[in-house]
C-alpha cells in the first residue's frame, strides 16, 4: 500500500498569504496519478487538481499542484476567505487507492 | 446535472449487515469506474473500494476486504456496497464517488455500528 503521509497537520496562514502544502508518498506515484481535495465543514470534497498539475475545471488558477514521484505540492498563490479549509491528496496509480491523512488550512 | 444519491445508511449492531446503494443520473453510468469512499466522525477521508465500468476488476482497502463487497447495475445506474461482519471502526459517512480520481460526490450516508 502506497502511505501518503500530508504535512504540516495545520498551516495557520492569513488571507493575502501564500499557502504551500506537501503530499510525501511512500512509494513512487504510478504516472504522477495523485489528485487533490478540498474539504469544508459539513461538505462533500471538491477535486481541485488531478494528475498531480491539472487543474479540475471551474478551480481559480491560485491553485497549482507540482511535484513527481514521491513528492507533491499544492500551492495557494494568495489565500482568500473561502479557502480555509482542509485539504487531502489521494493516488490513484496502484491499488489500493490511498488519501493522505489532511492538511487542515485555518486563518490566523 | 451530475447527481449521485446515496442510501442504505443507518444504525446496526456490531456484525451486523448493511447494503449501500447509491443511484447515478445526469450522465452515462457504465462509462465510468465508481469508487466508495468513507470518512469517520471528525476524521480525513478512507478509500474503500472501486469498480470497473464492466464489473470485471474490483479492489478493497485491506480493512473491508473479505466483509465488504462492491458492486454495479449499469442497467439501472446503480451502485451498491454490500457491508458484512460490521465492526464500530465501520462507522463513517459514506460517499459514493465517481472515477478513480473524483470529480463528483454524493452527499454521503451515514453508518452507524454500535450496540
Known amino acids: 500500500e502506497n502511505v501518503l503521509t500530508q504535512s504540516p497537520g495545520t498551516l495557520s496562514l492569513s488571507p493575502g498569504e501564500r499557502a504551500t502544502l506537501s503530499c510525501r508518498a511512500s512509494?513512487?506515484?504510478?504516472?504522477?496519478?495523485l489528485a487533490w481535495y478540498q474539504q469544508k465543514p459539513g461538505q462533500s470534497p471538491r477535486i481541485l487538481i488531478y494528475?498531480?498539475?491539472s487543474r479540475a475545471t471551474g478551480i481559480p488558477d491560485r491553485f497549482g499542484g507540482s511535484g513527481s514521484g514521491t513528492d507533491f505540492t499544492l500551492t495557494i498563490t494568495s489565500l482568500e476567505p473561502e479557502d480555509f479549509a482542509v485539504y487531502y491528496c489521494?493516488?490513484?496509480?496502484?491499488?489500493?487507492?490511498?488519501f493522505g491523512q489532511g492538511t487542515k488550512l485555518e486563518i490566523k | 446535472q451530475v447527481q449521485l444519491v446515496e442510501s442504505g445508511g443507518g444504525l446496526v449492531k456490531p456484525g451486523g449487515s448493511l447494503r449501500l446503494s447509491c443511484a447515478a443520473s445526469?450522465?452515462?453510468?457504465?462509462?465510468?469506474?465508481m469508487t466508495w469512499v468513507r470518512q469517520a466522525p471528525g476524521k480525513g477521508l478512507e478509500w474503500v473500494s472501486y469498480?470497473?465500468?464492466?464489473?470485471?476488476?474490483?479492489n478493497y482497502a485491506d480493512s473491508v476486504k473479505g466483509r465488504f463487497t462492491i458492486s454495479r447495475d449499469n442497467a439501472k445506474n446503480s451502485l451498491f456496497l454490500q457491508m458484512n461482519n460490521l465492526r464500530a471502526e465501520d462507522t463513517a459517512v459514506y460517499y459514493c464517488?465517481?472515477?478513480?480520481?473524483?470529480?463528483?460526490w454524493g452527499q454521503g450516508t451515514l453508518v452507524t455500528v454500535s450496540s
Open positions: 489521494q493516488q490513484y496509480g496502484s491499488s489500493p487507492y490511498t
Open positions: 445526469g450522465f452515462t453510468f457504465s462509462d465510468y469506474y
Open positions: 512509494q513512487s506515484v504510478s504516472s504522477n496519478y
Open positions: 469498480i470497473s465500468t464492466t464489473s470485471s476488476f474490483t
Open positions: 464517488a465517481r472515477g478513480t480520481y473524483i470529480f463528483y
Open positions: 494528475g498531480a498539475s
